[in-house]
Nanobody, 120 residues
Framework: QVQLVESGGGLVQPGRSLILSCAAS????????MRWYRQAPGKERELVAS????????DYADSVKGRFTISRDKAKATVYLQMNNLKPEDTAVYLC?????????????WGQGTQVTVSS
């Protein structure tokens, strides 16, 4: 079965950096666009960053542009989120998503999430 396992979250001071990883298994990784979402308490889930199946295109929420970078490693079937200059408002559970449009259906798989807390 499909598994997405996130890691790399934790407590960090404002201005510092973290790298999140999401290891995928049970799917053909290169067929899926990969996305990072985040959800803070009392707020809606927010799409933070996405990368196409080929890795040729990326997109970011305005709130993280210039600070976050999404990348993927086909050989390791892993997607990363490099987060620089972290702010307290970046505090949230970060979730990895694999998405593919196939045979007129949207296929979505989710990881369990990893907590990122930005606080002094």
């Amino acid at each position: 079965q499909v598994q997405l396992v996130e890691s790399g979250g934790g407590l960090v001071q404002p201005g510092r950096s973290l790298i999140l990883s999401c290891a995928a298994s049970g799917l053909i990784f290169s067929n899926y666009a990969m996305r990072w979402y985040r959800q803070a308490p009392g707020k809606e889930r927010e799409l933070v960053a996405s990368i196409t199946a080929t890795g040729g295109g990326t997109d970011y929420a305005d709130s993280v542009k210039g600070r976050f970078t999404i990348s993927r490693d086909k050989a390791k079937a892993t997607v990363y989120l490099q987060m620089n200059n972290l702010k307290p408002e970046d505090t949230a559970v970060y979730l990895c998503n694999a998405y593919r449009r196939y045979m007129l259906k949207d296929l979505n798989y989710w990881g369990q999430g990893t907590q990122v807390t930005v606080s002094s």
